[in-house]
């Protein structure tokens, strides 16, 4: 009679505290031996040529397994993981571009691009400073976006249409001022990234998020006068995020490993 003393359930075994967390026992626990090996399936005449292979076949699920696992832990980790952005390149060509160049000066910036899935929250004004628009390249009509109409507002929220993958923008501020990008989804904060402002020179700066996120907010920070303007927002959707692939692949590699696990308990008693 096979000892079914270690095997009290799928994921339950000592320190399982009830089987939650099954599936990082399952992986470790498979590792180390606890669960019972995974039974060879029948290939009616070529049973006999499989049992011989026997050792080499657990060897063979035993990589997968590996593999599979790997795969979930990567997938769980992209999911909230964010990139900061410094250049365009991660953007396909077909992305959304805001200008701005269609606003009159000291225009404040809320609604009036929500034809292209975004509603800018209270915080920004449209600008025609010569001094700072000139700054900006490719900027004909001189217009920019900026936190400054006497004071600075330091923090305000765009709200997308769909969800988005990453966005970018050219930003010039003082130097040493920082701003952040802060990303959520349906409510739920994945996380933030942050550029320090070098000089007063425009640079790119953005964020990836592949979990994707349906708002994004900026915070001004540092020791200057918290100054922000920014040119040419643009904003990308991606329909299947790559950590969501690993774990489609992942999973039903684990599910399939427990079925045959689970045949291999039954057929012991």
């Not at 026992?25 to 040529?49: D, H, K, N, T």
């Not at 923008?169 to 994945?190: A, I, K, R, W, Y």
């Not at 550029?195 to 915070?219: E, I, K």
Request: aromatic share 12%; hydrophobic share 40%; net charge neutral.
């Amino acid at each position: 009679m096979a000892d079914r003393s270690l095997r009290r359930g799928y994921g339950e075994y000592p320190g399982s505290a009830g089987g939650q967390g099954w599936l990082t026992e399952y992986c470790a626990g498979y590792f180390y031996g606890i669960l019972p090996p995974i039974g060879l399936p029948r290939f009616g005449r070529w049973s006999l040529v499989l049992a011989s292979t026997k050792p080499l076949m657990k060897s063979v699920r035993l990589i997968f397994v590996g593999i599979a696992c790997l795969a979930i832990v990567a997938g769980l980790r992209a999911q909230f993981v964010l990139t900061p952005l410094s250049n365009q390149s991660a953007f396909t060509g077909g992305e959304q571009v805001i200008g701005f160049n269609s606003l009159t000066n000291l225009a404040a910036i809320d609604t009036q691009f929500i034809g292209q899935d975004v509603t800018f929250g209270p915080g920004l004004f449209a600008s025609t400073n010569s001094g700072d628009t000139n700054l900006f390249p490719n900027n004909a009509d001189g217009v920019i976006a900026t936190n400054w109409n006497g004071t600075p507002a330091l923090t305000w929220t765009l709200t997308f249409a769909v969800a988005e993958q990453q966005a970018g923008f050219l930003v010039e501020m003082n130097s040493n001022d920082v701003v952040q990008l802060s990303t959520s989804l349906g409510g739920t904060p994945h996380g933030s990234v942050s550029h320090t402002s070098l000089n007063t020179s425009p640079v790119f700066f953005g964020v990836q998020d592949l979990a994707r996120f349906d708002t994004l907010t900026f915070t001004i920070s540092g020791p200057n006068n918290h100054f922000f303007a920014m040119d040419n927002f643009r904003f990308e959707p991606v329909p299947e995020p790559s950590g969501l692939l690993l774990l489609g692949l992942g999973l039903p590699v684990i599910a399939w490993a427990g079925r045959l696990g689970r045949r291999g308990v039954r057929r012991a008693r």
